[in-house]
Nanobody, 120 residues
């Protein structure tokens, strides 16, 4: 079934940057698409970005041009570089195996999440 462990969240001022990491184990990371989703307080899950096994990437409109998803298959690790952060990016960020649709309907496959708070 696999395990996902997110890290790298924190408190950052508007305009700042953070890099999230997701360490994967228990499944063949290199052959799976991977996805970041986030959930703000009182809101439903929101898809952020996905990357397939070839490295092709897609982004939600609110983060396009500011966030970059990447993966290092040799390290079984997924990343999310977040630049020009805004208060509306504040959320609990989760990584998930699979594409966007699978990730959004499978919260049981997410990691424990890492909190990102953007505030002055």
């Amino acid at each position: 079934q696999g395990q996902l462990v997110e890290s790298g969240g924190g408190l950052v001022q508007p305009g700042g940057s953070l890099r999230l990491s997701c360490a994967a184990s228990g499944f063949t990371f290199s052959t799976n698409s991977m996805t970041w989703v986030r959930q703000a307080p009182g809101k439903g899950p929101e898809w952020v970005s996905s990357i397939n096994y070839r490295g092709d990437t897609t982004y939600a409109e609110p983060v396009k041009g500011r966030f970059t998803i990447s993966r290092v298959n040799d390290k079984n690790t997924l990343y999310l570089q977040m630049n020009s952060l805004k208060p509306e990016d504040t959320a609990l960020y989760y990584c998930s195996r699979g594409s966007k649709d699978y990730a959004l309907r499978s919260p049981g496959d997410w990691g424990q999440g890492t909190q990102v708070t953007v505030s002055s």
